[in-house]
Nanobody, 115 residues
Framework: QVQLVESGGGLVQPGGSLRLSCAAS????????MAWYRQAPGKQRDLVAA???????NYADSVKGRFTISRDNAKNTVYLQMNSLKAEDTAVYYC?????????WGQGTQVTVSS
């Protein structure tokens, strides 16, 4: 029913950029808070960025000034623009959609930052 389909992950050099996309279906997209999480090997899954239905954003301190989350309600899609990438950004990135008790996750996409 609910699907969050991610794209845009891959291998990039330090200092490079990448844009992740997450296309949602099966939800009333415009009322959901959308977010990106990431999980590196041996670490917990942490919030990277979130954007509410009203457009308010929140970022982890580690990505502030480098990453930008945005949404296009007409396309039911949330984006994560990742600039000035560092090796420590390497992780599996997960798309999340939340509205009260409803919580949905994408399958995850690998982002590897390496020279």
């Amino acid at each position: 029913q609910v699907q969050l389909v991610e794209s845009g992950g891959g291998l990039v050099q330090p200092g490079g950029s990448l844009r992740l996309s997450c296309a949602a279906s099966g939800i009333s997209f415009s009322i959901y808070t959308m977010a990106w999480y990431r999980q590196a090997p041996g670490k917990q899954r942490d919030l990277v960025a979130a954007i509410t239905s009203g457009g308010s954003t929140n970022y982890a301190d580690s990505v502030k000034g480098r990453f930008t989350i945005s949404r296009d309600n007409a396309k039911n899609t949330v984006y994560l623009q990742m600039n000035s990438l560092k090796a420590e950004d390497t992780a599996v990135y997960y798309c999340n959609a939340q509205f009260f008790r409803n919580n949905n996750w994408g399958q995850g996409t690998q982002v590897t930052v390496s020279s």
